[in-house]
Every structure is written in C-alpha cells, then in structure tokens.
C-alpha cells in the first residue's frame, strides 16, 4: 500500500480496513507474475491481481475489442494481451477505475500525487460532442488526472480515453500573453498593446471585409460576445460551423441528436449515414453497442466499412444508396418499414460535404417515409464532433442576410475580399488562404490559427472558467474552474467584452450573469441545464442530386482532433502507435 497508486481509493484497502484481520500468516510460496505491457496509458502491476476479470469482461464486452483475456490455471492464471499486443480501445482506460486492487494504474499519472492531496472539481468533458461528465484532480493549479463521473443519460460510469488521458496537453504550447505581430514575427505584447493594435487595424474598415469564424471548443458564453460584438461592429460574416456541414438554416431538431444517447436502448434498428461512431462519440458507440448485445437491434449503413465492434449491414458508400432506400429498391428498406422504433444517425463527413443540405434532405425523408418521427419517438440524428457546434447553433452563429460561411470567408481572403478574420479558438479550417488577410487569433494553445495571426489573444482552456456547452442532444451543461489560467490568459467572453470598449462599440455586459441571461434571451433552450427540450419538427434540407462519391471519414486521427489532444505527448504516442503504426502496417511499410 505506501508505494501503490490505488492507495486512498482501493476497494481492497477499504474491506481490510473495516472488516479484516490487522495481521495474517501465509506459509506458502507467493506468487510473483511479470507485468505486461497495456501500451502508453495503463501501468501494470500483476502480482497484486486477483483475478476477478473485470477487466477483461469490460474489454470483451462493452468495448468489444477482444484483446484481453486470462491464460493458465489455478493459482497460475494470468491476465493478459493474447498477442503481446497494445490495448487498442478507445475506452482501454477505464479498466484503471474497475479494477479493485492496484494491479492496473494510469500511466501517466503513476507516481504523481496522492488521493488526498487533489482538489477535486466536478464538470464535463468538451473534446468530442457528447457531453461526457468528468472529475477534475487538480493539486495547486495543475490538472493532475482526470476521471469519469456517472451520468447514465450520457456516459455511464466511462469515458474516452482521449477524454482521460490528454489532460497533459493543458501544460504544453499554452498562449499565456498577448503577441503582436512586428516586421514579420510575433513578439511578445501586453494586452492595451495588442487591443490598440485591433483597433488602429479596424479602424473605418468595411465590415463586409470582416469575418468572425469559432471553433470547436468555444463556449456559449463566449459566442453570446462575438454574436453582439458582429453586431455592433455591422459584421454578417460570422459562422460556427469550421467543417463547413449544412446546418442551421433549419428548425433545431435537424440539427440535434433527437432520440437521445439513452433513448438508442429503446430502438430496434440504426441506419448509420456517413459517420464513424467509434471515433467521433466512442460513447454513443458503446450504446449502440449494448443495444445490440440486448439483441433484437439491426444496424444497417451508409458510408466508409470500419469496424464498430457490432455486426453492421453495408448497403454502399454515398448519397445515391440513400436516394435507392428511399425509393424501395433495396431490400433493407423492408427492414426499416418493419421495424418499430426505427432511428438513423447522420454525421459530420455526409454533412460537411458540397452536397450535405441535399444529403440532409434525404436523411429526412427517409426519417418521414420509414415512421421515423411519431409523438412519442424522434428517431432523426445528427452526431456532431465538436462541442461548440449545436451551442453555436441555437445561438445563431451562421452568416446573417449576405454574409459568407468558412468556405465563402476563405475564398473571399484569398481573393482580397476579406482583409481582416477573426479566429475564436477556430484551428481545424484551412489556413493557406489567410495569407493576405490580417488575422486575429484567440485562443488556448499555439496551434494552426496562432502560427498566421498577427495579434494573438490569449484565452482559458475548457478546465480553466466557468461555462456552457451544449452536446450532440441539445442538452446544456455547466464547465467549472478547476484551475486558473497561465499567465496574463484570460476567459474568452471576458477579453471579447474588453476589446468592444476599446473599439469604442462597447458590448453592456459586464459580468457572467449578464452574458447568461443574455444567452437564454437568445437561445431559450439553453436556460435548463442538464435536460434536453424536445424540438419541433419541420421541413429542412434540400431537393438536389447528391454527389457519386462515398462520405468521407469525419475524424482521422482520433488522438488528434484539437488543440489539446495534440499539444498532448501522451496522444501523441497513442496516434504514433494506433493511428500511424496501423497505416505502416497495412500498407507493409512497418519495417
């Protein structure tokens, strides 16, 4: 126990503690095991396992990857990889919370801190759209470990483990003053330096040459100052949506995941349409997933074949397969006029394609024709990966009457259109085209936005201020201050509320409450935190021939999808193992 992980919080520690002896006699030979190597994320410590296979009950059957398991007899019996082989699971690190005993630890956080020295602050995760709840250990103002908590309408008791494990990527390439970019290179500045520098640069400009884009992990408070700052400065260029999808034109269920994660268990068949759940939501995976062990559930799909850890029926690759199902040329479409809770799932790579409104459009006709949408079942989905983008959404963050979207502010940089972008957070778009525009970056880390700008602003990450994200369902949470920001960093609505005064076009609110209130005027559903408003049903999409080619993949490197996760060593090792090694290997390039 003085020298295990697991002292503090071990269920082992507790039973001996309240009802066992305070000394025992053990004659026999003690059993000594070699410890396996797990992979980057979980420590092994084998000769304190006792066997209860929990672990490889949870690797088996609730993320379905069968990596794990126990070989020998008896007394001899050893919990291992069957081929010596990293866990590959995208939800490997949650067998360091089964495990009732120290035999299976964070890596990572092995040897770092003790139970009872965090602070312990309970919020949620922003790295993908689901919303997962999460504790936060800090000790003085370093995030030490993060782990899950129990929501059962979202996560259960699990979480990702890029939820759990990029917590290291908060310390790395963090923005902590403000640069001003001076003779080509950025220099450091302090903040009434860099604001006059926005402001001698806006100074009579056309707001039509302006733009505001946001990216995936901005918070609602933070899109209420840019939504009113855009006003104020007369700028219709401002959108939310960097993958360029479809959305937001429409009644706000066609854009939310309207049966809810917990509602999947009530389905009996899933019509997947160019998303890969597995790695955009790995928890609305496991759900799909323990549908299907419930048996009685069919997952039919549209898109790219990857293994999702359940059987999938592939009906083909694009939006011409959608158009045969609607019409009944497919035998599956006989499925789906039998079944009787009947749901589907759209994502971000059919949607963030040239033709996804059309894609969209069809996703809707095919919820209208098969039952899909009834009073007391919504079985219409969009999985979003991003957990800004429905906050931005409700909020209205699309380009307003002759406003441009990411692709028409891109294109109108490059042409010299748009002399002046404002990036909030926005990382994930293509940067080249900025070349000729002046760029102010606010954001976390120095990332793709830091690298073009001319003056950064240096704002707090998601574990770093009180906030609103809004997940995949429309369900609006609360973020908490776990610890400050470094440096001269601040909160983002904060340094947006600053510049207005300095701007001289000053946004009147001057405190959360007020930026709060203003958001529920604004967007009524975000008001009840943590429950999820049934939306209305209507007409959205379009009537338009859809592209012959197959949805591409939303996510290609799921240890690698922001700011954060890449800033992480401990991602970076994860995708130098998982991600890259796997290409090498099935390309024979691994040596």
């Given at each position: 126990c003085p020298i295990c992980d697991q002292g503090g919080e071990c269920d082992l520690q507790d039973i001996t503690l309240f009802y066992g002896p305070d000394k025992s006699r053990f004659s026999e030979n003690k059993r000594s095991v070699t410890d396996k190597d797990l992979g980057p994320l979980i420590a092994t410590h084998m000769t304190r396992c006792i066997h209860c296979t929990r672990c490889i009950r949870f690797i088996n059957d609730i993320a379905g990857v069968e990596e794990l398991g126990a070989c020998h007899r008896g007394e001899h019996v050893e919990i291992t990889t069957w081929v010596e082989r990293a866990l590959s699971s995208e939800l490997s690190g949650n067998i360091i919370d089964l495990c009732p005993v120290g035999a299976l630890n964070s890596k990572p956080y092995e040897y770092t801190a003790r139970v009872w020295e965090l602070k312990k602050t309970e919020t949620i995760d922003v790295l993908d759209a689901v919303g997962c709840n999460i504790r936060v250990d800090t000790r003085g103002n370093e995030v030490m470990r993060v782990v899950p908590r129990l929501h059962e309408d979202i996560n259960e008791e699990w979480i990702s483990d890029k939820a759990r494990f990029s917590y290291d990527g908060l310390k790395?390439?963090?923005?902590?003053?403000?640069?001003?970019?001076?003779?080509?290179?950025?220099?450091?500045?302090?903040?009434?330096?860099?604001?006059?520098?926005?402001?001698?640069?806006?100074?009579d400009r056309d707001p039509a040459r302006m733009a505001f884009i946001t990216g995936d992990l901005v918070d609602c408070e933070t899109m209420v100052l840019v939504k009113e700052l855009a006003a104020t400065l007369g700028v219709t260029s401002v959108d939310c949506r960097q993958d360029g999808t479809r959305l937001g034109n429409g009644p706000r269920a066609s854009w939310l995941f309207n049966t809810t994660i917990a509602g999947i268990e009530e389905a009996d068949l899933c019509l997947l349409i160019g998303t890969d759940p597995r790695h955009e939501a790995s928890l609305v995976n496991a759900r799909l997933r323990k549908r299907h062990l419930q048996g009685g559930f069919r997952v039919l799909r549209v898109g790219e074949p990857v293994d999702l850890t359940y059987p999938v029926t592939d009906l083909g690759g694009g939006g011409q397969t959608l158009q045969q199902l609607l019409a009944g040329d497919l035998e599956e479409s006989k499925l789906l006029e039998q079944a009787e809770r009947p749901m589907l799932i759209v994502g971000q790579g059919a949607l963030g394609r040239s033709d996804g409104e059309s894609i969209l459009g069809l996703a809707r006709q095919i919820a209208d024709r098969f039952g899909m949408i009834s009073e007391e079942w919504n079985g219409f989905n969009v999985l979003h990966t991003a957990a800004a983008r429905v906050g931005g959404l409700d909020l209205g963050l699309v380009p307003g009457e002759g406003g441009r979207d990411v692709s028409g502010i891109l294109k109108g940089a490059a042409d010299g259109e748009i002399d002046t972008v404002f990036l909030i957070g926005a990382d994930e778009i293509d940067m080249e085209p900025l070349d000729k525009a002046f760029v102010i970056y606010q954001g976390t880390h120095g990332d793709r936005g830091a690298h073009v700008a001319d003056v950064i602003l240096p704002g707090a990450a998601y574990t770093e201020k009180h906030a609103t994200y809004v997940n995949t369902e429309g369900r609006p949470q609360r973020a908490k201050l776990a610890a400050f920001p470094p440096g001269d960093a601040k909160e983002d609505w904060r340094i947006l509320r600053a510049l207005s005064e300095v701007l001289g076009r000053t946004v009147p609110l001057n405190d959360l409450a007020s930026v709060r209130r203003r958001m529920e005027e604004i967007a009524p559903a975000l008001a009840d935190i943590d429950m999820v408003e049934a939306a209305e049903w209507g007409e959205f999409g379009r009537s338009a021939q859809p592209l012959k080619t197959p949805f591409p993949a939303a996510v290609g490197n799921f240890y690698a999808t922001n700011p954060i996760s890449r800033a992480s060593p401990v991602m970076r090792e994860c995708s130098a193992l998982f991600v890259e090694g796997a290409s090498a290997e099935a390309t024979g390039t691994d040596g």
């Open positions: 790395r390439r963090r923005l902590d003053r403000p640069y001003v970019r001076k003779d080509g290179k950025l220099a450091a500045s302090d903040w009434q330096s860099a604001f006059n520098a926005i402001a001698e640069r806006l100074k």
